[in-house]
């Protein structure tokens, strides 16, 4: 199987001369096709860093990032962005919703950046909604609809356009357990019914157990990767628990 | 620590915020300052039998000056306190009491403003030496203006000032008491509500805006409208009337436009312009009523501009319109230098009294020939050949409202003859004065008409005219006291109207000045602030590939809006306001408006491309 995300060597330092701050080095892996990827490690491991870097919202300073077959680092500003409209999907912690357009305009907004007819944007924004169940909320704005429906709306939106590649920055950080379990399900279903290649950055073990696999980063390294193979998601979550308390730092971010 | 040493590291620390704010606190001072320095200044006052009228003008410019700054101060001193809501919060948050952060906000106010007064002072008593300058020079005066610092100008500036101060003190004050902690957390998430598009909003809005067009436009000398409210009233109830109907128009015209768009979904779901719409539609109100207020101001500015421009523009075309010929008078010639002189004639005409149904009047008689010879000599491309019994009739100070048109009639004379007028022209070849009405005819019967006095008129041309002051001078001087009555001279009569005329351009052109920056540097302001608001939105946008050229093209198009239009309901309605305006003095304008008007709109076009820069700087910023 050819590799949908290839990261070769990629560093990233922040700074120069002597104050110089290395967030990411050497990092290499490679991510398949319909693969749910999830990133762990504590705080200030790199792990935002590394997601924003492979999303081309940052730019690394060394090595490179192949998507489909495309390398990112060659490309310039506006050509990312065009990328990004084409190829990625997002979804953030704190959501990232526009206040002033409603939930279904929310949605429609990358594909009318796309230039989609508007009858093939209706037929998409109603089954991408359906899907996430927030079909009855489609004319509200933001501010009337609560955390959980705005994250599987800001999912709705990063998932419209049908993305080769989805980055999930911490998206149940804000949410509570029932909405976060109700979030990863629907990614997760996602992820084996249509195949769709998620990479899902987290340092709550619980979301992180419903990936496939997990790359630990310490100290802006790759330290450990773990597969869950054939094992329930319980069994996962313990893993991945024993794997977090042996590597450090992680732990207090579990409890 | 003191209040007042917190107030003032405060200002020192935030230096960067606070910028814009005193920077249009010093402007509106050295404005305001410039002007009533002018107003008091001696030098002015020392001039000719003008500086009554510049008195007046000025003092009554002064409280249109006043009435703006305080508009344009209310307006930047809401917009720096809502910046600092956060800060007002957080003190708020850590349990600081309202009173004693008002305190301190009260102390901060009175700094910037004891700071601003200061500086204000000071710029403003250089520039009103160089507008001094500029003033005199318009004028056509040779005055030397010496550097006077007026007390009269530092009191007043002073008292009004410190009034304003305290008032946007309080307004500072009422901020805090009104603030709620809650609003820290919900701050500017939730849009304002969009107002309902009413159909009868926008008719009664269109209804008011016609009702002034029409009277504006309507003769207001036989117009029922402006017999009932007076020619004092009708100008302001246009203007009420103006106003309501803009801030109506805006109100619920740009919503009903804005969400016919956003559901237009063929045209709004494709690229950004849902974006462009939804971000104009979500601060709607806000939008409606500083798009009304830099309408208004726009309208008031071109009109106050075009007009004044118009009548220094027609000083000149209207002394030529009259007088055709450099000088002219009655009687014998004098010796004067000879210099520049084009033609130097002595005509034989005759003085006719004329009496027909509709008045009597004294009219000059000229013979065929003469006019002929005197149009080749200014350049008039005409030549009459004038039937027996016609006649041609000049009359250079035909308007057609009150004056009556003989084209076709017979004109009689008082000794019973009679002349067919075969066409009259507006542009004479004889001085009104003293020459008035002329009837042209033939040269047989010119000498048939034997029962006029014959008269003997000095017709002199000059090369570069305007400028022949000394000659003038030198003639008038050496002619008796009745020939002076009948003395006319182009270069006296433009010094003279320059005199009036130029002051006025002065005064309008300062004060279009005033509000043209004010006007640019509201909208400025409020596009900024609005633009520190949206950088969280363009930065998502840019997360989710959208390129910084179409952030551009959507920022572009949502900054033309807000620019182009105020900018359109201006000129329509300043159109209006100068048609009412040349009808009441006679003149055409229509030219001197344009240029006006194209010079305004460029000017603002430099506002616009520097908002757009300024806004996409702030968004890209937020990328980051």
Request: with cysteine; aromatic share 12%.
């Amino acid at each position: 199987m050819t590799p949908l995300l290839k990261v070769q060597n990629v560093g990233k330092t922040y700074g120069k001369g002597a104050n110089t701050f290395t967030a990411l080095s050497n990092i290499s892996f490679e991510v398949g096709k319909g693969e749910f990827v999830g990133v762990m490690g504590p705080s200030g491991a790199g792990k935002s860093t590394l997601l924003n870097v492979l999303a081309t919202i940052d730019t690394p300073t060394t090595g490179e990032i192949i998507i489909g077959d495309t390398n990112l680092a060659r490309m310039k500003d506006a050509e990312l962005a065009d990328f990004r409209r084409d190829n990625l999907g997002f979804i953030f912690q704190d959501y990232n919703l526009l206040d002033s357009l409603t939930v279904r305009e929310n949605i429609v907004l990358p594909l009318a950046i796309a230039k989609m007819p508007t009858k093939a944007i209706n037929a998409r924004v109603d089954r991408i909604a359906a899907l996430f169940g927030i079909s009855d909320l489609l004319d509200k704005y933001p501010y009337q609809i609560s955390g959980g429906q705005k994250q599987r709306t800001a999912s709705s939106r990063a998932l419209v356009t049908e993305p080769k590649l989805i980055f999930a920055d911490e998206p149940t950080g804000a949410l509570d357990s029932k909405s976060a379990t109700d979030l990863l399900e629907s990614l997760s279903d996602l992820n084996q019914t249509q195949a769709a290649t998620i990479m899902m950055v987290t340092h709550d073990a619980f979301a992180a157990s419903f990936c496939q696999r997990i790359l630990f980063i310490q100290d802006g390294r790759l330290s450990k990767e773990i597969h869950r193979g054939t094992l329930t998601r319980k069994q996962f979550f313990q893993e991945i628990l024993q794997v977090l308390s042996s590597i450090g730092g992680g732990v207090n971010d579990v409890i | 620590m003191t209040l007042f040493s917190l107030a003032r590291k405060n200002i020192q620390r935030n230096l960067s915020n606070y910028f814009l704010y005193i920077a249009s606190m010093v402007f509106s001072i050295v404005i305001y300052f410039t002007f009533v320095t002018l107003k008091y200044n001696d030098d002015l006052s020392a001039l000719k039998q003008s500086s009554q009228q510049i008195k007046g003008l000025m003092s009554a410019s002064s409280v249109v000056l006043l009435f703006f700054i305080v508009i344009f101060m209310a307006y930047s001193n809401s917009f720096f306190m809502k910046k600092r809501k956060k800060e007002v919060a957080l003190y708020s948050l850590l349990g600081v009491r309202k009173q004693k952060i008002g305190l301190m906000l009260f102390f901060e106010n009175l700094v910037i403003g004891l700071v601003s007064l200061v500086l204000g002072i000071v710029l403003g008593f250089f520039m009103s030496q160089g507008l001094l300058m500029i003033l005199v020079r318009l004028m056509g005066y040779e005055v030397v203006g010496s550097l006077t610092f007026s007390m009269d100008a530092l009191m007043n500036t002073t008292g009004i000032f410190t009034l304003l101060f305290l008032f946007t003190s309080l307004q500072g004050y009422r901020v805090i008491y009104q603030f709620k902690l809650i609003d820290l957390f919900h701050a500017e998430k939730q849009g304002e509500q969009i107002p309902r598009a009413s159909l009868v909003a926008a008719l009664l809005g269109t209804a008011l805006i016609a009702f002034g067009y029409y009277t504006a436009a309507s003769d207001m000398f036989t117009s029922e409208i402006w017999r009932f409210f007076t020619v004092l009233g009708t100008p302001l109830m246009v203007i009420g009337v103006t106003i309501a109907g803009t801030y109506l128009l805006f109100h619920t015209v740009s919503v009903f436009v804005l969400t016919a768009l956003k559901r237009a979904t063929s045209w709004s779901w494709k690229g950004l312009n849902l974006i462009g719409v939804s971000q104009l539609l979500y601060r709607i109100r806000a939008n409606a009523k500083s798009l009304s207020i830099i309408a208004i101001l726009s309208a008031t500015t071109i009109t106050a501009g075009g007009g004044v421009f118009g009548m220094y523009y027609n000083a000149e075309a209207t002394v030529r319109q009259m007088l055709p010929n450099t000088f002219m008078w009655k009687g014998d010639t004098v010796e004067f230098s000879q210099k520049d002189v084009l033609y130097n004639e002595a005509l034989s005409v005759k003085n006719l009294r004329v009496d027909n149904e509709f008045s009597f009047f004294e009219y000059t008689l000229l013979k065929e020939s003469d006019y002929n010879r005197l149009a080749k000599l200014q350049g008039k491309d005409q030549e009459l050949h004038i039937a027996d019994g016609s006649t041609v009739l000049l009359d250079a100070a035909y308007d057609d409202r009150f004056s009556h048109d003989f084209t076709g009639e017979d004109f009689k004379l008082q000794n019973g003859d009679s002349f067919h007028v075969e066409r009259m022209f507006t542009e004479s070849v004889l001085n009104f004065i003293p020459a008035g009405t002329v009837l042209v005819v033939n040269d047989q019967e010119f000498t048939a008409t034997n029962d006029a006095e014959e008269v003997i008129m000095q017709v002199v041309g000059l090369d570069n005219d305007l400028k022949q002051q000394d000659v003038s001078q030198d003639i008038y001087k050496q002619l008796s006291s009745e020939q002076q009555e009948s003395f006319s001279s182009v270069p006296q009569s433009y010094e003279d109207s320059l005199a009036t005329v130029g002051a006025l351009l002065f005064v309008g052109s300062f004060l279009g000045l005033v509000f043209l920056a004010a006007t640019g540097s509201i909208i400025y302001f409020k596009i900024l602030t609005e633009a520190e608001e949206d950088q969280a939105k363009y930065a998502i946008l840019n997360k989710i590939g959208v390129n910084s050229k179409q952030i551009l093209k959507t920022v572009a198009g949502q900054v033309a809006v807000i620019f182009s239009a105020p900018l359109i309901v201006g000129i329509v309605h300043s159109a209006f306001a100068l048609l009412a305006f040349s009808q009441l003095f006679g003149m055409n304008i229509t030219k001197p408006v344009i240029l006006w008007m194209v010079a305004y709109s460029a000017i603002y076009f430099i506002y616009y491309i520097f908002t757009v820069r300024s806004f996409y700087k702030i968004v890209r910023q937020g990328n980051n």
